[in-house]
């Protein structure tokens, strides 16, 4: 790894890698996850999933079901407590009623003793359906003479999850009034773009499609719930997001946000597919029999019935001048949302037109009903699809016009105070440092040798992440003994917690095991938003450092007049204070936490508070470089190299920046080759197993180079910013860049598997 940046300030803690602070538990298996939650009276919960994409419920049978002995109850949407019921949002259809929307959808649920009998009981249910027309592709479904996919209009989409992995000052158009399955569309436009094709010296245009993904995290969906005699209903979760299912279950079922206690279980990756799922539906099954219930999904199911990554189909047409100047874009950017209305054509809009400078836009998109299981995030959700096509374009420009691909790049990318095609410019970004970082690596000087040897090739992309925002807050305590306490309400799915452990440790100028970091429930934990739209660290981190700072205030004010010293004579250097030139006058933590919390304590405890609202955001870039090699007769790709720079604005721990740079780009490299949900023309998902959904494996994915561009952000907390998302971004585009420079064709689809090569050597046929 190396840091470009060389002029940066020099910290103590922050700045340096250092190890989780949870690495331990993990890797000796002693870190306890939702499904390793036991309750007295526990009934589990298995799911009858619907066998079919689109159907009419007629009749629900359950009398086989109750007879097995185990099976407590077997409860469907008559059944549970009322609630509020918005036929629009995926997570308050808790079982499908009269109409099922895609196949895999829950219809009813068996609760038993053990979970082998509910899973028995499960296919004892009948269920008499009357099947109704699907569509399942989303060029399809947006013709006029389509069979719709729900039978009623959209009319209340909830967006409220997609804020929280980007939040920007744009909106799409809502539902139609009359049923159509395009049930909300976007609309960027700048300049002329037909002057500007005119003044074009090339134009290229394509169809780019990618496909639907599953996040793939190693722990399925985990929810308990318990609804105690009291009126108190607890949840246990492996959700990225507590506050959020806090709101949405207390919203759904009607209940005070302050009777709702959820706890963020370990989560076992989430990559934004661990939001909000089931908790409202577990609560209710919870409440329907006043017993503790838990559901812990198989994978089969969770690939069945989570929130994938969208299917999409972006239409391209870029020009560019000769001398490299990118002069119009016109994209038709297509999402297909499944069941529910939720994918992120906002977001894949505003990027790309918004990688570089152009004077010239139209930009449309479209978010597409299927039936096909509803879309959530996954890693930049909507941002691999167009920067899939963007840089995929912006090669085909540079190839015709006989210009360097990187140079082509560095000439139009986007800088502070550019404008997003929303009008909304960009603060400091670090997109022309990543490209120039690149261009320093092995691979890239070395591509030209490279390309010497046969079916070799070399291809570069880059992308970037927006952000999301949300208000956050956090404390910093002392404890009698002269350690600290930090408190977050934000799940640690990266290792921020450690990161925070740096930060409080920096501002007290203390050993970093005198620091420790809790994530609190919705009850105890101060306010924190999703940890989405890779705004944890740049949030919570914030609200840490001033909690922390304002702990410093306190200490120094009580040490102030213990000593009686002013606090400006004072400094503070591993949990002592001492007045500056007198060793003689000096007070220790551990004194002053005895002060502050012992019996007849003359001084209130100290607990620093730190609390923020995000406005403003920090968007991050990354330029990628792959080194291929394609066998011609086969069309295997094989990714020889590796490299990506990324702009992390400053990292507060080199060691998780890095893992989470190579993570990123592994995923990149697995829906550029592998991941695809296969679905069949009746809407059946045919490889719901990770046998047949193919991922990247160790054999699979080269050393990744990673390097770490620091371009500081205005906010962040040292400048940090967004870390987690940009590096999936470029991924597809990079190899498929590589692989059109290794054999001289072009792939329009991704993944990018053997096949389409041959098809697109012109070796197989349609």
Known sequence: MARETTARPQFRHVGRPVDRIDATGKVTGK??????????????VKLVHAPLAHARIRRIDASKALAVPGVEAV????????????????????????????????????????????????????????ELPAVVDPLEAMREDAPLARTAAIREADRSEEQGHITVEAEQQQAQSRPSNVSSTITFRRGDVEAGFAEADAVVE???????????????????????????????????????????????????????????????????????????????????????VKLAMSRREDML???????????????????????????????????????????GCLLIGGSYK??????????????????????????????????????????????????????????????????????????????????????WRERHRSRQRPHRGVGLAVGGWLGGLQPASATVGLNADGTINVTVGAADITGTNTSFAQIAAEELNVPLEMVSVVTGDTRTAPYAGMTAGSKTTYTVGRAVKLAAEDARQQILAIASQRLEVPVEEL???????????????????????????????????????????????????????????????????????????????????????????????????????????VYDEKGRLLNPNLLDYRLPTARDVPPIEAVIVEVPSEEGPYGARIVGEPSIVPGPAAVANAVADAVGARVFEAPITPERVLRALGKLQE
């Open 31 to 44: 870190t306890v996850y939702g499904d390793d939650l036991r309750l007295p009276r526990l009934l589990h």
């Open 75 to 130: 409860i469907t949407a008559a059944d549970l407590p009322p609630h509020h019921v918005n036929p629009d949002a995926r997570a308050q259809v808790l079982l499908a009623r009269d109409e099922v929307l895609f196949y895999g959808q829950p219809v009813a649920a068996v609760l038993a003793r053990d979970p082998y009998t509910a899973a028995y009981a499960r296919d004892l249910v009948e269920v008499e359906y009357e």
């Open 206 to 292: 394509g169809t780019w499609r990618s496909a639907m993904v599953h996040q793939s995290y190693i722990e399925p969906h985990v929810i308990v719930a318990d609804y105690d005699a009291s009126g108190e209903l607890s949840i246990w979760s492996s959700t990225q997001a507590p506050f959020h299912v806090r709101h949405e279950v207390a919203r759904t079922l009607g209940l005070p946000e302050a009777r709702v206690r959820v706890t963020a279980t370990e989560v076992g990756g989430g990559f934004g597919g661990k939001i909000y799922l089931y908790e409202a539906l577990v609560a209710a099954l919870a409440m329907a029999v006043r017993r503790p």
């Open 305 to 347: 019935a989570a929130t994938p990554s969208p299917q999409a189909v972006v239409q391209l047409k870029a020009g560019m001048k000769a001398d490299g100047t990118l002069v119009a874009l016109q994209a038709r950017v297509i999402y297909d949302a499944g069941a529910f209305p939720g994918a992120p054509v906002l977001p």
């Open 358 to 443: 152009c004077p010239n836009l139209d930009i449309q998109g479209f978010e597409v009903l299927t039936n096909k299981v509803s879309v959530g995030a996954l890693r930049a959700p909507g941002a691999p699809h167009v920067a899939f096509a963007l840089e995929s374009a912006m090669d085909m420009l540079a190839q015709r016009l006989e210009l360097d691909p990187l140079e082509v790049r560095l000439k139009n990318a986007v800088e502070k105070g550019d404008p997003l095609p929303s009008g909304q410019p960009y603060p400091a970004i670090g997109l022309r440092e990543c490209l120039e970082a690149i261009a320093r690596t092995d691979i």
């Open 571 to 677: 400094e503070m250097e591993d949990g002592v204070v001492r007045a500056r030139g007198r060793p003689d006058k000096q007070i220790t933590f551990r004194e002053l936490g005895r002060l502050t919390t012992g019996f007849g304590a003359r001084y209130a405890p100290i607990v620093g508070r730190g609390a923020i609202t995000a406005r403003r955001q920090a968007p991050g870039f990354t330029a990628q470089v792959a080194e291929v090699e394609v066998d011609p007769d086969t069309g295997q790709v094989t990714v020889l190299r590796y490299a990506v720079a990324q702009d992390v604005g400053f990292a507060i721990n080199p060691k998780s920046v890095e893992g989470q740079m190579q993570g990123g780009s592994a995923q990149g490299l697995g829906i550029a080759l592998f991941e695809e949900m």
